[in-house]
């Protein structure tokens, strides 16, 4: 095995070990790297991706039991990305985090069933209380 896929292999067994997976979806790097650490600090798995294309290529929508989403994003947008997890029967919970949005797309992210939809910068406490609550209705 190499040295690349051993790493793999224990990533994978350290996220089963560590819980429900929490996946973080935003363009901003200090963003990701930010709550990826409040994450972790929170003792919850996390993993993190800049576009919802590399969210989608990374095969951990199944097993994802909370998608922090943000709306602005290069390529697909957040809405698109809820809209195809819900049109490939992938029912993961989303909490949207934006700084740029409208209140109509906080209404339809809602409305396509987005447990949460909260603006940049929000409160670690407010994140975490909606990131439990999501990773709750997932397992009810």
Same mark, same amino acid.
């Given at each position: ?36 650490? *409040? ?8 993993? %993190? /991706?800049? @576009? =919802?294309?590399?969210?989608? !290529?990374?095969? #951990? ?23 195809? *997890? ?8 989303? %909490? /949207?985090? @934006? =700084?740029?949005?409208?209140? !109509?797309?906080? #209404? ?33």
């Amino acid at each position: 095995m190499t040295m690349n896929g051993s790493r793999t292999a224990m990533e994978a067994m350290t996220k089963k070990l560590n819980g429900p997976l929490v996946s973080v979806v935003d363009d901003d790097p200090s963003v990701r790297r930010s709550t990826e650490r *409040l994450l972790r600090c929170s003792g919850l798995c996390a993993e %993190v /991706f800049a @576009s =919802a294309e590399e969210f989608l !290529a990374s095969g #951990r929508a199944e097993e994802t039991a909370c998608l922090i989403l943000d709306q602005r994003l290069p390529g697909m947008s957040g809405l698109e990305l809820q809209q195809h *997890l819900a049109a490939a029967a992938m029912p993961v919970p989303i %909490v /949207f985090l @934006s =700084a740029h949005s409208s209140d !109509a797309e906080a #209404r339809q992210a809602l409305q396509a069933g987005a447990l949460q939809f909260l603006q940049k910068p929000v409160r670690k406490e407010v994140l975490l209380v909606a990131i439990y609550h999501a990773i709750k209705s997932k397992t009810d």
